[in-house]
């Protein structure tokens, strides 16, 4: 099956720091790539998709200076939380789609990044 | 609005039953019923996928019930194992849609 990896797997950093996380889809091109986000014991919250080459579209609430999304590449999305908060400990996992529009829609999940915000 | 509502939150199973979980939705224009195992720490991962023309779907030990009258479908685990224990998540989409609607997710423990 489709493999999508992030990195890095876990992350500590200290308030007011910026965190990269990145999502690679390892063996197939993602036009369009997804970022969740989830705290403990709850359902994965769309916080952003992403589309090869334009403008990340935001889900209503996420700040979009706050998560800076690049979808640069074809196999590579990056998600960056700037001036990182405690408030923004969570995890954060990404998502790849292979066959947009087609009724065949999958998404393959990477493994997750769990940010802590000293 | 929980476009999918997802039951039970948790679910605890004798070693060799039946696990079920149910989801229901409202919007008609879903076509593409996914289901999500998720271990701790981890990612979820596609287990078994549906689309409105059948009303059943088997892999394996999984299988998806579908009930397009009522707009609900459900996952089945039979012969439960202790591996099994994870987090389940039903989703919907529809074709064209860009992303998919999550339930609420349901935490299944399989005792030995």
């Known amino acids: 099956g489709a493999v999508v990896s992030q990195h890095p797997s876990r992350v500590i950093c200290k308030s007011g720091t910026s965190v990269k996380i990145e999502c690679r889809s390892l063996d197939f091109q993602a036009t369009t790539m997804f970022w969740y986000r989830q705290f403990p014991k709850k359902s994965l919250m769309l916080m952003a998709t992403?589309?090869?080459?334009?403008?990340?579209?935001?889900e209503q609430g996420v700040e979009k200076d706050k998560f800076l999304i690049n979808h640069a590449s074809l196999t590579l999305s990056t998600l960056t939380v700037t001036s990182a908060h405690p408030e923004d400990s969570s995890f954060y996992i990404c998502?790849?789609?292979?066959?947009?529009?087609?009724?065949?829609?999958?998404?393959?999940f990477g493994p997750g990044t769990r940010l802590l915000v000293l | 609005q929980q476009q999918v509502k997802q039951s039970p939150q948790s679910l605890i199973v004798q070693k060799g039953g039946i696990s079920i979980i149910n989801c229901a939705y409202e919007?008609?224009?879903?076509?593409?019923f996914p289901w999500y195992q998720q271990f701790p720490g981890k990612g979820p991962a596609l287990l078994i996928a549906?689309?409105?023309?059948?009303s059943e779907k088997k892999e394996g030990r999984f299988t998806i019930s579908f009930n397009k009258s009522a707009k609900q479908f459900s996952l089945h685990i039979m012969d439960s194992q202790p591996g099994d224990s994870a987090t389940y998540f039903c989703?919907?989409?529809?074709?064209?849609?860009?992303?998919?609607?999550f339930g609420t997710g349901t935490r299944l423990t399989v005792i030995p």
């Open positions: 989703a919907a989409s529809y074709t064209g849609a860009n992303n998919l609607f």
């Open positions: 549906i689309r409105p023309d059948v």
């Open positions: 998502s790849a789609r292979d066959q947009p529009g087609t009724g065949k829609e999958t998404q393959y």
């Open positions: 919007n008609t224009a879903f076509d593409y």
């Open positions: 992403s589309n090869e080459g334009s403008k990340a579209t935001y």
